[in-house]
């Protein structure tokens, strides 16, 4: 028990954990680039020369219309949140949030039965308007699905972008009036500049989550690398194929996460401190008054409450008819499963976060960063890296050992994926927590002979329980709303709420895909009481 004890047997033991959890991240990322060097079979050919080229417009203009969109959007919205002050500002500073509880496939599908020909808004406007002369929006377009990303993900763009101004934006741009500014010229050439870190930030997420998206678009039928690799995959039922299509996709990503790396390490701003955006709000008079209270009310209507309201009509006509024991299984499958990659994933960021504050080294540094690298990597992508390395270890066994075992298709190759996939969300909420501690904790209970992870149990662990909590949380949720994942990896029989969603929605039926659908976004309330919470928090 000695040799257990010692600094050096440690430092061993917390990074060879540190390092296998960061080569559970290593591994399917280096199997699917691994697949670039492959020679291309009939199938990849076919791709080639028939849908890559659309699917690369496809993905190029629906990431630009999006980066756009979230953009106007989210920092518009920010800026009358945190600059300004107008009727019904406190219901909007956290109702704006709220859109982020609804999953894309959700508000897709919702789109579609409310907008679409036979849909109720055309249906009343031709009976109105009449049949001659009629014109509406097509929907079912790339427009359409723009339109429907950036409601949303303009929340990812609107927490960062609020923060900023809120923490440095109103007292640059009271500065900027002292020096002669307008309010307008002041915004621009200050207080826009100067949140650009936080903007560029968000705007990145919504872009690599727009990347990673496969129940929206393939719900709107149109194309991106999401839905070719799914196609390739269960489709022409090529893995060699879907991994090529998968390695593409992560050099997209990493080409995004290069240039925001670029962007920020440029901008040398530094805030105000806490409290240093408490500066006067600017008063809005008269028709900037309604027309903030009309842009704001109808951000909310659009992404939140009128999807919310359609999906509670339909879930109310259908319940009767659809609602049956099927249901517990969705609900149990899903609450199982968040359950245990939550468990999981915390698990391992205790790990991680606990190694990194005993033996801060380069090297365990380096690889709690390569550890946290797999929430920038798409579903789709993940499905693909997890499951090429363990369907050779399954013809490994059978070979060498002859007995019948499959790794491939468990809930075990579902947990490696939503592990490496959302390592990097509890990882924050937990690293968080343990930075709040201060290291003459850690002196005083040594001299008390409490050392190793007899003080991690006694006193780390309740201190930083509220972080634990919150990584547990979101990654739960996070699972729960998790698409191509669950869809691509899971056992036969292991349908979730998510999986119900994505069958009513191929078949187009939309009311019964209501009833999941509000499922999912309750459970997805819970990280935006949190975001809200922490908000309003930081706002005092």
Known sequence: ??????????????????????????????????????????????????TLSSVLWNTFFLTLGVALGTTFLGVSLAWLSAATDFPGRRFFDWALILPMAIPSYVTAFVAIGLLDFTGPVQTILRHWLGAEGFWFPQIRSRGGIILVMTLTLYPYVYLLARNAFMTQGRLALEAAQSLGHGRWSGFFRVALPMARPWIVGGVMLAMMETLSDFGAVS?????????????????????????????????????????????VSRAGYTGSGRGGGQGDRIQLKGLHRYAAVCFAGLAFLMAFLVPVVQLLIWSFSIFKTDFDLRYFGYIFHSLALGSMAALLTVCAVLILVYANRLHNTPVIRFCIRVATLGYALPGSVLAVGIFIPLAWMDNQIIAHFNIEFALKGTILAMLLAYLVRFLAVGHHAVENAVKRISKHIDESARNLGCTGMDMLRRVHFPMMRGGIFTAMVLVFVDVMKEMPITLMTR??????????????????????????????????????????????????
């Open 1 to 50: 028990m000695i040799w257990l004890r010692s600094p050096h047997r440690s430092i061993d033991r917390w990074g060879l954990a540190v390092f296998c959890i960061a080569a559970i991240v290593i591994v399917p990322l280096g199997v699917v680039l691994s697949s670039l060097f492959t020679v291309n079979d009939e199938v990849w050919k076919h791709l080639v020369a028939t």
């Open 491 to 540: 056992p036969f029989g292991w349908d979730t709420l998510a999986i119900r969603i994505f069958e009513m929605t191929s078949e187009g039926e939309w009311e019964r895909a209501a009833l999941p659908s509000i499922a999912v976004i309750l459970a997805g309330m819970i990280p935006v009481f949190l975001l809200t919470r922490d908000s309003n928090r930081e706002s005092l």
């Open 219 to 263: 719900i709107f039928n149109y194309d991106t690398f999401a839905t070719a690799i799914y196609q390739a995959w269960f489709g022409f039922f090529s893995l060699s194929a879907a991994s090529q299509l998968a390695s593409i996709l992560v050099l997209l990503v990493f080409l995004l996460l290069i240039i925001e790396q670029r962007v």
